[in-house]
């Protein structure tokens, strides 16, 4: 038989083991009793809460009103169920948080006994109510973080922010943002909050599978790790273990659909995080993404804004340097033939290297031209197979031998539509760039394929490259491109160079090693070709240059000028010049006399028409063959306008325009559509007497 039950001990161990909080108030609203479980939800000791007012754990904002209550209720006592009551009833905890409850009052007046028995229950701990609230937490947060997105225009600020919170809402020790570099074979730390010794920002991870980033990234979705001492998938770092981390969250961070990081988080409790958790942090990881995709779309906008507007600049000084060196050449090219100086024994040298220099000069404002999108393109199709190789094989020979050329063009790579020459040109800019950032030696990586995604960063450049100009009849297609990258394994750039490397003149080579022009003028060029250029570059690490430009069209226009097929100027033709610069007009009236041209000029282009009239209404007036105008003619009427009235109303007259740079026939008059035949300035007697041959040929 069993002995007798103690129930005074079975009473105590009932009010220690009751999984509700249970408070032994008196009558006075003293606190007589608490058991482990009141303590641990209160946040006090049991020694705090046994005497103490039971006011003490109401918030300040009803206390008033619970004395009352209370003092009512101790007049007629009566139980009190849990959820007995329609109120919100809140407990202060001593930390001065508050926690929603739900309590039960016991009165033991009946029994004899002065006491009231009070049960708190935390509603947090329905599964339900547990739920919406950590769905209210962390909807709390997210819209934190949208603020902060909104308001703040440093992404710096954002990637500070966005580890804090995470770490925050999901009561983790450690978070930490992790950007993809720009060869995506490593991540770099940009950004967390209690960061390991050795994982500080700027510290570089590789992109590997074995790595706890890499994975993420290789994955292609959220990570959870529940306890790192039996991870296998990756190797985890032993900073970890040390570090008493034990589980894990990561996810990828995404522009576009493009993964450009990772977002992840480290707890020191087991198993810690939930498809709840996941779902957060995959919100916040896509709030980011959208965040840096709209930093990295404003600093590009600013860097092309501020391109366009250097490029406007040198158009404009190229074209008034063009006339000064069509004055300067013609000069030279005078003095030289005359006999006094033909037979001097120093003079005609003196001559020579002035014109030299001339050239120089104009080659010069070629490429400032090129850079402002200013020149006249004859984009044809062409083989990008063909001409790398083509253009190794002159590099194998005239590089330093350390410098190893590998090509690498994709199984049926497609042509592009672009000028053959200009192409050629650009690449030689590039190989020279990476031949020089390479002064030991390296290897020097040529390679074309298919662009499968545009960038990112040059979205905009692309969407917008049907405004850059092209000769008439020209059709690219603008959903297909081919991607020419050209790689080094150099010295690299860093951020503030890469930012400048495009501009005219920016140059971080020593004195006369370099004119600042090279990778402005493919800037240049791709551009009016209807592409882009991105450029990659990490110090240390090398640089990429990647040439996107279209594709030719399915259905090609010939717009390549036809070969003239006589290149003399008939005796006696007679020319209407036009040319609003009078040093310049002087410059062409001696040339078109030396072709024994009979030549009238005229300052402007309505005085041309006023010629021509007098011309028409005159019994024994002969019209000009050939009207040889400037295009831009100061405040009146542009050459191109002038060129349009002469070929409705006198057709028989052939037309050649001049122009210091020449957009200007491109962009003055579209409306007309007619494929006017340009002579560029500077130009020397010679080339204006091809371009008239030609002319009068067609």
């Not at 940009?190 to 390991?196: A, C, D, H, K, Q």
């Not at 493009?258 to 939930?274: D, H």
């Not at 050239?359 to 200013?374: I, M, V």
Request: glycine share 8%.
């Amino acid at each position: 038989m069993s002995g007798a039950i103690d129930e005074s001990a079975v009473l105590r161990a009932l009010f220690a083991a009751s999984p509700d909080g249970l408070l032994l108030v008196d009558d006075q609203g003293v606190i007589r009793l608490a058991n482990p479980t009141a303590t641990q939800l209160l946040g006090y000791a049991a020694e705090e809460l046994v005497g103490a007012p039971v006011e003490m754990l109401v918030p300040d904002s009803i206390r008033p009103r619970h004395a009352a209550y209370r003092q009512d209720y101790e007049g007629a006592p009566r139980s009190r169920p849990m959820g007995g009551t329609a109120t919100e009833l809140v407990a202060r905890r001593r930390d001065g948080s508050e926690v929603l409850v739900e309590i039960a009052l016991s009165p033991l007046q009946p029994l004899g006994l002065p006491y009231t028995m009070a049960s708190i229950r935390s509603v947090a701990e329905y599964p339900r109510v547990r739920q919406a609230l950590q769905r209210a937490r962390y909807s709390e947060h997210l819209a934190q973080l949208g603020k902060v997105a909104v308001d703040s225009l440093d992404p710096q600020e954002v990637l500070r922010q966005v580890p804090a919170i995470a770490a925050q809402a999901l009561e983790a020790e450690v978070a930490v943002v992790c950007l993809l570099e720009a060869g995506r074979t490593a991540l770099r730390v940009v950004g967390g909050v209690g960061l390991l010794a050795d994982e500080g920002p700027g510290t570089l991870v590789p992109n590997r599978p074995d790595t706890p980033q890499g994975f993420v990234l290789a994955q292609g979705a959220p990570v959870v790790v529940e306890d790192y001492g039996s991870e296998q998938r990756f190797t985890v770092p032993e900073a970890y273990r040390q570090a008493g981390l034990v589980s894990s969250l990561a996810v990828p961070l995404s522009d576009r659909g493009r993964a450009v990081g990772t977002l992840a988080v480290r707890s020191r409790q087991p198993r810690r995080f939930g498809d709840a958790e996941s779902r957060f942090l995959e919100s916040v990881a896509n709030l980011l993404g959208t965040c840096l995709q709209r930093a990295q779309t404003e600093e590009a906008l600013h860097h092309s804004q501020r391109l366009e507007a250097v490029g406007q600049l040198t158009g404009g000084i190229a074209h008034d340097f063009n006339n000064l060196l069509t004055v300067i050449q013609g000069n030279l090219q005078v003095l030289a033939e005359l006999p006094t100086v033909a037979d001097d024994g120093v003079a005609p040298q003196l001559v020579a290297a002035a014109t030299r220099a001339s050239r120089r000069g104009a080659e010069l404002t070629g490429k400032l031209l090129a850079f402002s999108r200013r020149q006249r393109l004859q984009p044809t199709t062409v083989d990008v197979g063909a001409m790398m190789r083509s253009l190794a094989d002159m590099l194998r020979r005239t590089l330093d031998q350390r410098i190893r050329i590998r090509i690498a063009v994709a199984p049926g790579c497609p042509d592009v539509q672009a000028d053959p020459a200009q192409l050629e040109s650009a690449l030689l800019n590039i190989a020279i760039n990476a031949r020089d950032a390479m002064p030991e030696g390296g290897d020097l990586v040529f390679e074309a394929g298919p662009l499968a995604a545009i960038p990112p960063e040059l979205r905009r450049e692309l969407e917008a490259g049907d405004e850059a100009p092209l000769p008439a009849g020209t059709e690219v297609s603008t959903t297909r491109y081919v991607r020419i990258a050209v790689s080094d394994t150099g010295t690299g750039m860093p951020e503030d160079v890469k930012e400048r490397a495009f501009e005219p003149f920016f140059t971080t080579k020593q004195v006369g090693r370099g004119t600042g022009l090279g990778l402005s003028t493919v800037y240049g060029f791709a551009r009016q070709s209807l592409g882009a250029i991105g450029i990659e570059s990490t110090p240390g690490h090398g640089t990429t240059l990647s040439l996107i430009l279209p594709q030719p069209p399915a259905s090609p226009r010939e717009v390549a000028e036809q070969d003239a097929t006589a290149a003399t100027v008939p005796p006696g033709l007679r020319v209407l010049l036009v040319e609003d610069d009078a040093e310049v007009r002087a410059v062409a009236r001696r040339y078109l006399n030396d072709l024994q041209c009979s030549v009238t000029a005229c300052a402007s282009g309505e005085e041309a028409l006023r010629h021509l009239d007098a011309l028409t209404e005159s019994a024994g007036g002969q019209l000009p063959h050939l009207l040889l105008s400037d295009i831009a003619l100061g405040a009146g009427m542009r050459g191109t306008e002038l060129a349009t009235h002469v070929r409705r109303s006198w057709p028989g007259i052939a037309v050649l325009l001049m122009s210091g740079f020449s957009v200007e026939i491109l962009s003055s008059d579209s409306q007309t559509g007619l494929d006017w035949a340009l002579l560029p300035k500077p130009y020397e007697r010679t080339a204006l007497a091809r371009a008239i041959g030609k002319v009068l040929a067609r």
